[in-house]
C-alpha cells in the first residue's frame, strides 16, 4: 500500500474504477473523484499495487474525530 502519486498512478486507478464501477453518469467520472480526494484530502489517497500495476484503492476521509 502506497500513498497515491498522480503522475504515477492515475491511469491505472481511472482504468480500475471504470472497470469495476462501471460509472455512467457524469459527475462519477473517475477523474473527477481523483481531482477532487486530491484537492480536498490528498495525503488521504492510497493504492494497493502488485509490483507496478494498481490493483486496489483506498479513499480515507478525516472529520477532526475519527479517520
Do not use: C
Not at 481511472?14 to 459527475?27: A, D, G, M
Amino acid at each position: 500500500i502506497l500513498p497515491y502519486n498522480n503522475h504515477s498512478h492515475r491511469d491505472m486507478v481511472i482504468s480500475l474504477w471504470n472497470e469495476v464501477f462501471n460509472y455512467t453518469s457524469p459527475q462519477a467520472k473517475s477523474e473527477l473523484i481523483i481531482d477532487k480526494k486530491i484537492h480536498h484530502e490528498g495525503g488521504l489517497f492510497f493504492v494497493m499495487v502488485d509490483g507496478t500495476e494498481v490493483i486496489g484503492t483506498i479513499l480515507t476521509r478525516y472529520d477532526g474525530h475519527r479517520g
